[in-house]
């Protein structure tokens, strides 16, 4: 059964349509970039998804099961993660400590109880951190952390509550180069081995196109344009309306940076 199935969704601010008859569906183990100019509703559609908005009208079902009209706790319990940069209260507490807090919460979502407290969790936490590439820097505090570790934590944290879905909002933003193709290719491998399917934005083409396994192109609250990367590359009405200045800085003999917005 396909993991996510967005149908038809629907929402406008005023007068404004952010999302209009929005569909796309996401598989389990793939990668599914939204990406658009600023205000093409992105942020519109995966609020969505996570709950924190109510479309006005359209269908969200993960697993077959509806999400839709669901708060985020309940769609969070139903298997929808999503990353959250660490709080500034946490970041004086080692990285293991960070993921040993967020299993403890979803074990307290699933149970009801805060049963397993006392086993405090450390090994589960230790093993996703051993996943992420983190093993060495595991008892360092996470403010000592380099920026892309950091974002290396916040990804155990949203596996800590073994998502069927993972929303992620830009993860390789403020990144350096070299780290974001790094990040990429580890919520790639993650997301294969545990069958975890990803829906995230980025303003980043090289991290879309090198990574995504499918694209969709938002514009103005529609989607314009989809495919695989070589696909919507190629769409001339894309390549027009908006990798036009990419495709341009790339080819003007800049140092490759285009594509933000
Ligand atoms: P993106 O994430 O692609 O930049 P958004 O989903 O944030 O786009 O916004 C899509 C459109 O909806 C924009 O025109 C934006 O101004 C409008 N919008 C988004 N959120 C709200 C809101 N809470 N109230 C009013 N208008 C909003
Ligand atoms: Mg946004």
């Known amino acids: ?31 599914v970039a939204l990406i658009g100019p600023n205000g093409a509703g992105k942020s519109t559609t ?67 109880l805060w049963r397993s407290a006392h086993a405090l969790k450390r090994d589960e936490a230790v ?31 949203a596996l800590a509550g073994a998502p069927k879905l993972l929303l992620m909002d830009e993860p390789t933003a403020g990144m350096a180069r070299g780290e974001r193709g790094k990040l990429m290719q580890l919520i790639v491998s993650l997301a294969r081995q545990r069958g975890v399917g990803v829906l995230f934005t980025e303003h980043d083409m090289d991290a879309v196109f090198a990574h995504a396994s499918r694209v969709l192109v938002l514009v103005r609250g529609e989607i314009v344009a989809r495919g695989t990367p070589a696909e919507v590359q190629a769409d001339p ?23 933000g917005a």
Do not use: C
């Open 1 to 31: 059964m396909t993991l996510l199935v967005v149908k038809n969704l629907h929402k406008a601010f005023g007068g404004v349509a952010a999302a209009r008859d929005i569909s796309f569906e996401v598989e389990r183990g793939e990668l």
């Open 46 to 112: 995966f609020n969505i998804v996570g709950g924190q908005l109510a479309p006005d009208r359209g269908a969200v079902e993960l697993d077959g099961v509806s999400i839709v009209h669901k708060p985020p706790r309940a769609i969070w319990r139903l298997g929808v993660g999503r990353t959250f940069q660490i709080a500034q209260t946490f970041v004086s507490m080692t990285a293991t400590e960070n993921v040993q807090m967020a299993l403890q919460s979803a074990a307290t979502a699933t149970f009801g």
């Open 127 to 157: 093993a996703l951190l051993d996943l992420v590439g983190l093993a060495d820097s595991r008892d360092r505090s996470v403010g000592t952390l380099a920026y892309g570790d950091i974002k290396r934590v916040e990804l155990a944290i």
């Open 237 to 259: 009405l894309v390549r027009r309306m908006y990798l036009g200045t990419y495709v341009g800085a790339r080819t003007a003999g800049g140092d490759g940076a285009g594509g």
